[in-house]
């Protein structure tokens, strides 16, 4: 079994900051790319951004210069620094890892169960 769990989401305030976080726990074996996603209500779900495991990473354009994606490989660890949020912003969050399980010799991509992230005031 292979578990994603987001923390950090919540209500914030326009130019105010939040960072995600995602554990992974399990039976793993490794953990290739990482990444953050997010579906607005009414949209399709985009990608933020992506961290592979040698710390390579891509953002969409939109959050390029606002967020940052990072990771602790020895904690299985991927975290979303969000800063200059903005109501554009709002929308649930989803961690996203390419997993290896234990006894396996496949990578899959398990998602997390997202944490709801509210930009207002």
């Known amino acids: 079994q292979v578990q994603l769990v987001e923390s950090g989401g919540g209500l914030v305030q326009p130019g105010g900051s939040l960072r995600l976080s995602c554990a992974a726990s399990?039976?793993?074996?490794?953990?290739?790319?990482m990444g953050w996603y997010r579906q607005a209500p009414g949209k399709q779900r985009e990608t933020v951004a992506t961290?592979?495991?040698?710390?390579?990473?891509i953002y969409t354009d939109s959050v390029k210069g606002r967020f940052e994606i990072t990771r602790d490989n020895a904690k299985k660890m991927v975290y979303l620094q969000m800063n200059s949020l903005g109501p554009e912003d709002t929308a649930v969050y989803y961690c996203?890892?390419?997993?290896?399980?234990?006894?396996?010799?496949?990578?899959?991509?398990?998602w997390g169960q997202g944490t709801q992230v509210t930009v207002s005031s």
């Open positions: 961290i592979t495991r040698g710390l390579s990473t």
């Open positions: 996203a890892a390419d997993v290896r399980p234990l006894g396996s010799g496949l990578y899959r991509v398990y």
């Open positions: 399990g039976s793993i074996f490794s953990i290739n790319t």
